[in-house]
């Protein structure tokens, strides 16, 4: 029998990445929420890879960091090995990757949930979904019924998920977890349009069973760097090691030689898989001339021998998996402690949903992270903490927080989801973003903590210390720009040792800083006036002095775009009515429903003269 257990302004249903930051962003914005997950012990899981951040990723967690958000500082608190990726090219994809005590990030995560005022936390199964007089209905596997105004749908890869490994197929969530059964069902009924993705893990294997001494070491920076603006560099130890070992020939074959006994070519899984994550067997496929492939080994944390290989994951029969593992220099005798699977499971077209992750045709109803047709960690995050805040601030009738494409990475992700859709899990990457010098990592703060300020998700005190970097850099800036440093035999040697011109008269300290062979450390050498300031404020100003130039061509397009942006289109706009768009612009239009000639601009299908058909249509309507 059926009855009432609670009511609460936002229900977060799933307990990953992206419905921590979610109940969190809300909760602290003041919203009575109610967390839901399968079990209390995987909240915070990292079912795949235990490491957070690289390439692109980096970027997201200090994004959310700048936010407000919370997974920068619990990856800080459980990092064993840090590293500053592509640190060979510019600042712009600098990304910093850390390894992760998975089992330590999920206790901590669990630990700052379980204090957090206004959340609470039920281990429960959601299992139905229903919307009546405004008020949504949350039923459990125990027919306990919560009630909530707003609701977060964080399922992550459990809505109905299929475990495949060979010919063994079975109902299964990630990392041997219940999957989520009869969820999916009513968001049909709702009208919430589904489809079915496939991503997939490697084996974890025994590091007592690995031969280190022949795969190449891989150690952590020297110096570590933090992912959250708020921890002291020092506590960040380096305490593990990675490795790198590749595959050959005789693995390549035996894939080959059992193709025929993948689910992924059989033709058994039907769900469509990552484009840039994809299986083992997938590469063999698609690069048959490629002679070996990398593969890293990475530990999973503290206190156990489970070692992760990163790029193998496969969805082959055990017995291949094992086969092919062995032919790998240094796993001739290897030790499979979990085997690799493939994960089917349902997701949504996430171009139902506007900006603010809110769906278009249910009111207060927000989707976030692989629910959303996006893989990794970061990716589900960064979703999480916007639909969290703008579920809150919607409750609070506030004005929703929308980040463009020229403010964040998260803006960027959230508009190639929400605009351009995926057919496929959706990965964040450098690329993606047509405004990456100016949207680096290691100016996230500047860009965003006011933004998180006036949301109210960062203190006074913090506040307070950003003011004060941020100044430091303005001033250190502007220092640097007036003095000069003349010409002495001292200085000149060092800059002919350094491959650059010497001086042959006075010289401001910016236009050295500004040659590419030198840093601002080495300017500084020579400046007994010099202030003694911080790393991340001497990373500012040497940035910005020498990208200058290019940093300023991008604020200009940056400023174009959002002149664009600020062209509101009406939510009743009628498609049909206006003639001279084309066919494919009215129907693609009609679905996507942009929020502003900008992001109509983006649209597939929807061509420059179609947007000069529209900017002219709302003009005479005087819209």
């Given at each position: 029998?059926?009855?009432?257990?609670?009511?609460?302004?936002?229900?977060?249903?799933?307990?990953g990445?992206?419905?921590?930051?979610?109940?969190l962003?809300?909760?602290?914005?003041?919203a009575?929420?109610a967390v839901?997950?399968i079990?209390?012990?995987?909240?915070?899981?990292?079912?795949?890879?235990?490491?957070?951040?690289?390439?692109s990723?980096g970027?997201?967690?200090?994004e959310?960091?700048?936010?407000?958000g919370?997974?920068?500082?619990?990856?800080?608190?459980?990092?064993?090995q840090s590293?500053m990726?592509?640190?060979?090219?510019g600042?712009?994809?600098?990304?910093l990757?850390?390894?992760?005590?998975?089992?330590?990030?999920a206790k901590?995560?669990?630990?700052?949930l379980?204090?957090q005022?206004?959340?609470?936390?039920?281990?429960?199964e959601?299992?139905?979904?229903e919307?009546?007089?405004?008020?949504f209905?949350?039923?459990?596997?125990?027919?306990e019924v919560?009630?909530?105004?707003?609701?977060?749908l964080?399922?992550?890869?459990?809505?109905?998920?299929k475990?495949?490994?060979?010919?063994?197929?079975?109902?299964?969530g990630?990392d041997?977890?219940?999957?989520?059964?009869?969820?999916?069902?009513?968001?049909?009924?709702m009208?919430?349009?589904?489809?079915?993705?496939?991503?997939g893990?490697?084996?974890?294997?025994?590091?007592?069973?690995?031969?280190?001494?022949?795969?190449?070491?891989?150690?952590?920076?020297?110096?570590?760097?933090?992912?959250?603006?708020?921890?002291?560099?020092?506590?960040?130890k380096?305490?593990?090691?990675?490795?790198?070992?590749?595959?050959?020939?005789k693995?390549?074959?035996?894939?080959?030689?059992?193709?025929?006994?993948?689910?992924?070519?059989?033709?058994?899984?039907k769900?469509?898989?990552?484009?840039y994550?994809?299986?083992f067997?997938?590469?063999?496929?698609?690069?048959?001339?490629?002679?070996?492939?990398?593969?890293?080994?990475?530990?999973?944390?503290?206190?156990t021998?489970?070692m992760?290989?990163?790029?193998?994951?496969?969805?082959?029969?055990v017995?291949?998996?094992?086969?092919?593992?062995?032919?790998?220099?240094?796993?001739e005798?290897?030790e499979v402690?979990?085997?690799a699977?493939?994960?089917e499971?349902w997701?949504?077209?996430?171009?139902a949903?506007?900006?603010?992750?809110?769906?278009?045709?249910?009111e207060?109803?927000?989707?976030?992270?692989?629910?959303?047709?996006?893989?990794?960690?970061?990716?589900?995050?960064?979703?999480?903490?916007?639909?969290g805040?703008?579920?809150?601030?919607?409750?609070?009738?506030?004005?929703?927080?929308?980040?463009d494409?020229?403010?964040?990475?998260?803006?960027?992700?959230?508009d190639?989801?929400?605009?351009?859709?995926?057919?496929?899990?959706?990965?964040?990457?450098?690329?993606r973003s047509?405004?990456?010098?100016?949207?680096?990592?290691?100016?996230?703060?500047?860009?965003?903590?006011?933004?998180?300020?006036?949301?109210g998700?960062?203190?006074?005190?913090?506040y307070e210390k950003?003011?004060?970097?941020?100044?430091?850099?303005?001033?250190?800036?502007e220092?640097?720009?007036?003095k000069?440093?003349a010409?002495?035999?001292?200085?000149?040697?060092?800059?002919?040792?350094k491959?650059?011109?010497?001086?042959?008269?006075?010289?401001?300290e910016?236009?050295l800083?500004?040659?590419?062979?030198?840093?601002y450390?080495?300017?500084?050498?020579f400046?007994?006036?010099?202030?003694?300031?911080?790393?991340?404020?001497?990373?500012?100003?040497?940035?910005?002095?020498?990208?200058?130039?290019?940093?300023?061509?991008?604020?200009?397009?940056?400023?174009?775009?959002?002149?664009l942006?600020?062209k509101?289109?009406?939510?009743?706009?009628?498609?049909?009515?206006?003639?001279?768009?084309?066919?494919?612009a009215?129907?693609?239009?009609?679905k996507?429903?942009?929020?502003?000639?900008?992001?109509a601009?983006?649209?597939s299908?929807v061509?420059?003269?179609?947007?000069?058909?529209?900017?002219v249509?709302?003009?005479?309507?005087?819209?």
């Amino acid at each position: 029998m059926e009855f009432l257990s609670g009511q609460y302004d936002i229900a977060v249903i799933g307990a990953g990445h992206a419905g921590i930051e979610a109940s969190l962003a809300a909760a602290r914005l003041g919203a009575s929420v109610a967390v839901f997950t399968i079990s209390l012990d995987f909240i915070g899981n990292m079912p795949c890879n235990p490491s957070i951040g690289g390439t692109s990723k980096g970027h997201l967690v200090r994004e959310i960091d700048a936010l407000g958000g919370e997974m920068g500082k619990a990856a800080d608190k459980n990092t064993i090995q840090s590293r500053m990726l592509n640190l060979g090219k510019g600042p712009a994809v600098h990304s910093l990757r850390a390894q992760i005590d998975r089992r330590g990030y999920a206790k901590t995560m669990k630990y700052v949930l379980e204090k957090q005022e206004n959340l609470h936390l039920r281990q429960a199964e959601i299992v139905r979904l229903e919307k009546s007089d405004g008020i949504f209905r949350l039923t459990t596997k125990l027919d306990e019924v919560y009630e909530a105004k707003a609701v977060i749908l964080a399922t992550g890869t459990f809505l109905d998920g299929k475990i495949y490994v060979g010919d063994k197929c079975y109902s299964g969530g990630p990392d041997g977890m219940f999957p989520s059964v009869g969820l999916a069902d009513s968001l049909k009924k709702m009208n919430i349009p589904l489809r079915r993705f496939k991503t997939g893990t490697p084996s974890r294997v025994n590091a007592r069973s690995l031969d280190f001494s022949v795969m190449e070491p891989q150690s952590g920076d020297e110096i570590p760097t933090p992912f959250s603006f708020e921890t002291n560099p020092d506590d960040i130890k380096n305490s593990a090691v990675c490795y790198i070992s590749y595959t050959n020939e005789k693995t390549k074959k035996v894939i080959l030689d059992n193709i025929d006994r993948s689910p992924l070519y059989s033709g058994v899984i039907k769900g469509i898989g990552p484009r840039y994550c994809p299986s083992f067997e997938d590469k063999v496929m698609r690069f048959p001339d490629k002679k070996r492939h990398q593969l890293f080994i990475e530990p999973c944390g503290k206190g156990t021998e489970e070692m992760y290989l990163s790029g193998m994951s496969s969805s082959m029969p055990v017995d291949v998996q094992l086969g092919f593992l062995r032919t790998i220099k240094g796993l001739e005798n290897v030790e499979v402690m979990r085997n690799a699977y493939a994960i089917e499971y349902w997701c949504v077209d996430p171009t139902a949903m506007k900006r603010t992750l809110e769906f278009k045709d249910v009111e207060y109803l927000y989707g976030a992270g692989q629910f959303n047709g996006s893989s990794g960690y970061e990716e589900a995050a960064c979703q999480g903490l916007v639909a969290g805040i703008n579920a809150a601030l919607k409750i609070k009738g506030e004005k929703p927080m929308i980040l463009d494409r020229a403010s964040s990475y998260i803006g960027t992700l959230i508009d190639d989801l929400v605009t351009k859709g995926c057919n496929e899990p959706y990965r964040m990457m450098t690329s993606r973003s047509e405004y990456r010098l100016y949207l680096r990592q290691d100016n996230a703060d500047l860009r965003l903590t006011p933004i998180g300020r006036e949301i109210g998700l960062i203190s006074d005190e913090r506040y307070e210390k950003f003011l004060k970097k941020k100044e430091m850099i303005e001033n250190e800036t502007e220092r640097v720009r007036r003095k000069t440093i003349a010409p002495e035999k001292g200085i000149n040697e060092y800059l002919v040792q350094k491959g650059t011109a010497p001086l042959s008269t006075g010289i401001k300290e910016a236009e050295l800083i500004k040659r590419p062979q030198l840093k601002y450390s080495d300017v500084m050498k020579f400046d007994n006036e010099a202030p003694d300031v911080p790393r991340d404020v001497a990373e500012q100003v040497e940035i910005t002095l020498k990208y200058e130039g290019y940093i300023k061509m991008q604020l200009a397009e940056i400023k174009e775009m959002r002149r664009l942006e600020n062209k509101i289109i009406p939510e009743n706009t009628d498609y049909s009515d206006i003639g001279s768009l084309r066919k494919e612009a009215r129907e693609k239009l009609s679905k996507i429903r942009p929020e502003t000639l900008g992001q109509a601009s983006r649209i597939s299908g929807v061509s420059p003269a179609d947007i000069s058909v529209l900017a002219v249509y709302l003009s005479r309507k005087g819209k």
